[in-house]
C-alpha cells in the first residue's frame, strides 16, 4: 500500500487465524472467507477520530486495512488472506515453528504451487461488501539443505504462508519464478486491487 502511494492506519480485529487451513475446501472461497471475517470483527472504536474528518485517500494495515472517505460512517475496511496450495491440494498457512516452515518449503523445492489470496472490502455504515481471489502460481527450483537453514534462521518465515518470504528469498538467490501478480503471493494483490479501491472513490 505504501509503494503504490496510499496512506493507511491500524484497525485492530479479533479475528485469529487457525493454526492450520481447514482442509477439503475450495482454496478460493476459503481465503475470500477468512478475509471477510477479519473485516468484520475490525475495532472500528480504534480508529483515530481525526482521520474520519476529511476527505483523503486510504488506510490500514498489512492484514486489515482502512481506506476511508469523509467520515466513519463512510469508512472502508479492506482486509486479506493468504493460503498456499501445495501437492495434492494440501491447504498451507502459516507455519507455526521454523521445523514446519521448513517442511512446507522443502515440500515445495523443485514443484510449482500455487498461492491464493482473498481479499474483502467492507463499508460499515452501508454495510456493502466487495470480495475477490487472485491467483499466483509459484515454481521453486533446486534449493540446498544449507540455503533452507540460512533463510530459517532469519526468522523471515513468520507470518508468511508457505512459510517463505518471496521478496527475502529472491534475494538470497534463490531460483523462485511467478506466474501472476506477485503482490498477490506477497498478500495483498495490488494489479487488481488498485482498480476496485479507485471504484470505490480510493485514489492514492
Known amino acids: 500500500m505504501h509503494e503504490a502511494g496510499y496512506d493507511f492506519v491500524v484497525a485492530t480485529s479479533e ?3 487457525a493454526a492450520a487451513p481447514l482442509q477439503n475446501r475450495e ?3 476459503l481465503a ?11 475495532h472500528l472504536e480504534t480508529l483515530p477520530t481525526s482521520h474520519a ?8 494495515t498489512d492484514q486489515t486495512n482502512v481506506a476511508k472517505h469523509t467520515n466513519k460512517d463512510h469508512l472502508l475496511i479492506l482486509a486479506a488472506d493468504t493460503i498456499a496450495v501445495g501437492d495434492d ?3 498451507l498457512g502459516k507455519p507455526e515453528s521454523k521445523e514446519e ?5 522443502r515440500s515445495f ?5 500455487r498461492v491464493v489470496t482473498g481479499v474483502c472490502l467492507w463499508q460499515p455504515g452501508q454495510d456493502q461488501e466487495e470480495v475477490f481471489a487472485d491467483v499466483a502460481e509459484v515454481t521453486l527450483g533446486e534449493v540446498t539443505d544449507e540455503q533452507l537453514d540460512a533463510y530459517l534462521a532469519t526468522d523471515a518465515w513468520q507470518g508468511k504462508a ?7 528469498v529472491r534475494k538470497l538467490g534463490w531460483p523462485i519464478e511467478v506466474a501472476g501478480d506477485e503482490t498477490a503471493v506477497m498478500g495483498l494483490p495490488m494489479q487488481r486491487l488498485v482498480g476496485r479501491l479507485e471504484a470505490w472513490g480510493v485514489w492514492p
Open 109 to 113: 523445492i523443485n514443484q510449482t504451487h
Open 53 to 60: 474528518s476529511h476527505a483523503d485517500p486510504a488506510y490500514g
Open 32 to 42: 475470500i472467507e477468512l478475509a471477510s471475517q477479519k473485516a468484520r470483527q475490525v
Open 101 to 105: 516452515a521448513g517442511e512446507m518449503i
Open 27 to 29: 482454496p478460493l472461497m
Open 15 to 17: 479475528f485469529v487465524d
Open 162 to 168: 508457505g512459510g517463505y518470504n518471496l521478496s527475502h
Open 89 to 91: 491440494n494440501l491447504l
